[in-house]
Structure formats: structure tokens, C-alpha cells
Nanobody
Framework: QVQLVESGGGLVQPGGSLRLSCAASGRIRYINIMGWYRQAPGKERELVAGATSVDSTNYSDSVKGRFTISTDNAKNTVYLQMNSLKPEDTAVYYC?????????????????WGQGTQVTVSS
């Protein structure tokens, strides 16, 4: 299996910045896409930003111009730089990765999630 470990959440004032990191580990052959999702209390999980293996990125309209997703393919790591944070950005942020890993006998696709990291924007 492939494990994802996130870090970087916390409490920040409106207008502040945070940087989230997510590292994937395991017998990874290839990662096709990594992304960040978030889920606020009482709401469904939503896509925040995604990055493909060919450096294509996409963002939700609510974070465009404020958040930047980047990857370090050599480290199987994805980052989310969050600037100009607003109270409505408060949520649990989850990392997601899809790709192929080696089971020991054959290659298999994976769709893994991190444990989530809390981001709270409040004065």
C-alpha cells in the first residue's frame, strides 16, 4: 500500500499564510496525480487543488490566486502554499494521491488519502 503523511496545519489569523506538505511512501512505481481536498464541518469534501505528473494544475475558484500547489516528484511530495487566508478556508485538509505501486508480485493502482490536518483561520 501507499501511505500519505501530512504536516503543516494550524491556527492562523485572517490574511496569514500556511504551507501544507504531504509525503507519499511505499513501493510506488508512479504517481499520476496528487491533490488537496478539504472538508469543513457540515459540508462535503471538496477539491482544493490538483497537480498531475505532467505539471498540469487546477484550482477551485474559491482559492485561485491565493493558493499554489507544487510537487517534488523525486520525493513523492506535494505542497500547498496558502496565502491571504480567510475564515472560510477553515477545514480539515486532506492529501490524495493516485498512481501505481508494486505489491511484491505485480503492479496495482492506488488511490490513497492522508489522515487530514486541521487548518483554522481565526482572529
Amino acid at each position: 500500500q501507499v501511505q500519505l503523511v501530512e504536516s503543516g496545519g494550524g491556527l492562523v489569523q485572517p490574511g496569514g499564510s500556511l504551507r501544507l506538505s504531504c509525503a507519499a511512501s511505499g513501493r510506488i512505481r508512479y504517481i499520476n496525480i496528487m491533490g488537496w481536498y478539504r472538508q469543513a464541518p457540515g459540508k462535503e469534501r471538496e477539491l482544493v487543488a490538483g497537480a498531475t505528473s505532467v505539471d498540469s494544475t487546477n484550482y477551485s475558484d474559491s482559492v485561485k490566486g491565493r493558493f499554489t500547489i507544487s510537487t517534488d516528484n523525486a520525493k513523492n511530495t506535494v505542497y500547498l502554499q496558502m496565502n491571504s487566508l480567510k475564515p472560510e478556508d477553515t477545514a480539515v485538509y486532506y492529501c490524495n494521491a493516485k498512481g501505481t505501486y508494486y505489491t511484491g508480485d505485480y503492479y496495482q493502482s492506488f488511490n490513497s488519502w492522508g489522515q487530514g490536518t486541521q487548518v483554522t483561520v481565526s482572529s
